[in-house]
Nanobody
Framework: QVLLVESGGGLVQAGDSLTLSCAAS????????MAWFRQAPGKEREFVAG???GFRESVKGRFTITRDSAKNTVYLQMNSLQPEDTAVYYC?????????????????WGQGTQVTVSS
């Protein structure tokens, strides 16, 4: 059983940067596809970025996902934040070698961290 705990969310102003962290326990991150999703009020949860060994994918050009295997932690660096980026951000893990965007494909989820961007 993999436990994921996100941190780093908060209230920022438009144009600011923020880095989210996802610490894993109960498993080795290198064995999983790791991803970040987000869910805004009234909207479906959507894929933001995913990473596996030697490959990173992000649907948001301003967002970068990285993984520190030594710390068993995944990060999401978010730059030039806008009010439309306001959402709860979730970390997820999938026992596979392929990054996919469907929420149903992920086996483990964190509790989420709130990011609020004011204009």
């Amino acid at each position: 059983q993999v436990l994921l705990v996100e941190s780093g969310g908060g209230l920022v102003q438009a144009g600011d940067s923020l880095t989210l962290s996802c610490a894993a326990s109960g498993g080795t991150l290198s064995s999983y596809i790791m991803a970040w999703f987000r869910q805004a009020p009234g909207k479906e949860r959507e894929f933001v970025a995913g990473v596996r060994r030697g490959f990173r994918e992000s649907v948001k050009g301003r967002f970068t996902i990285t993984r520190d295997s030594a710390k068993n932690t995944v990060y999401l660096q978010m730059n030039s934040l806008q009010p439309e980026d306001t959402a709860v951000y979730y970390c997820a893990a999938r026992g596979s070698t392929v990054v996919v965007t469907a929420t149903s494909a992920y086996d483990y989820w964190g509790q989420g961290t709130q990011v609020t961007v004011s204009s």
